[in-house]
């Protein structure tokens, strides 16, 4: 695989808080264009890695060969309310031109026409589109998603997950979000990992088997006994 098809490769990652070991040897490779979910139980390092993938958080140990400034969306869209949508997109880069990307990327997520809007008119799913506009304007080669669909209804996740997948299949980051919701990563991922003790211990590609077995597998691998009934 050539450099320029590896959106980011880590090796051998640590990180500890005090005694506690948090990601413990850690290797992960996403490919450009590539759509990775993580899953793993709450403090077993999923957004310790995202974080660190990020440049938020320092690490003890390893190497990080990716992009220095990866476009992030958390679970809260964190838009500023005194600056209308074109200037929330177009962050840093508040010029004709800047202000020309932020309406085709606001025209990207299903916003055409709101860029002189203010966040306090969006409902929590307009939102999110905003914070993924921010996110691809600058074409990164790194996007990390921190469950951003986790406090939307399910009828308006479900719109998400489909426009996070045209977004990428046309942008070709690489991709990995941070999840606790089984069915979403098996929804949108083609790679799910399952993080355990600080290291990636399974692995699964989404089209090698039906959802269904997918799906079981890796509430197995979360400890969680599968609600399947017998036909």
């Not at 990180?15 to 993580?38: P, S």
């Not at 800047?98 to 860029?115: M, T």
Request: glycine share 8%; charged share 25%.
């Amino acid at each position: 695989m050539s450099s320029t098809e590896i959106a980011v490769a880590v090796r051998n990652l640590r990180r500890r808080y005090g005694d506690r070991v948090v990601i413990n040897g850690l290797d992960l490779t996403i490919r450009k264009g590539e759509f990775v979910a993580l899953l793993g139980e709450s403090g077993c390092g999923k957004t310790t890695l995202l974080r660190a993938l990020a440049g938020l958080d320092p690490v003890d140990g390893g190497h990080i060969d990716g992009p220095t400034q990866p476009a992030v969306v958390f679970q809260e869209h964190r838009l500023l309310p005194w600056a209308p949508l074109w200037q929330n997109v177009a962050l840093g880069m508040e010029t004709a031109e800047g202000r020309a990307k932020a309406e085709a990327a606001l025209q990207e997520v299903g916003l055409a026409g709101r860029e002189d809007d203010w966040p306090r008119n969006l409902s929590g799913g307009q939102s999110q589109r905003v914070a993924l506009a921010r996110a691809l304007v600058r074409e990164p080669r790194l996007l990390l998603l921190d469950e951003p669909f986790a406090a939307l209804d399910a009828l308006t996740r479900i719109k998400m997950h489909v426009l996070i997948r045209k977004l990428v299949a046309r942008h070709q980051p690489g991709v990995l979000l941070v999840t606790h919701d089984v069915d979403e990563a098996v929804a949108i991922a083609d790679r799910i990992l399952v993080m355990r003790g600080g290291e990636i211990a399974a692995s699964y590609l989404t089209d090698a088997a039906s959802a269904t077995t997918l799906r079981e597998q890796l509430l197995k691998e979360l400890g969680v006994e599968s609600d399947s009934r017998a036909a």
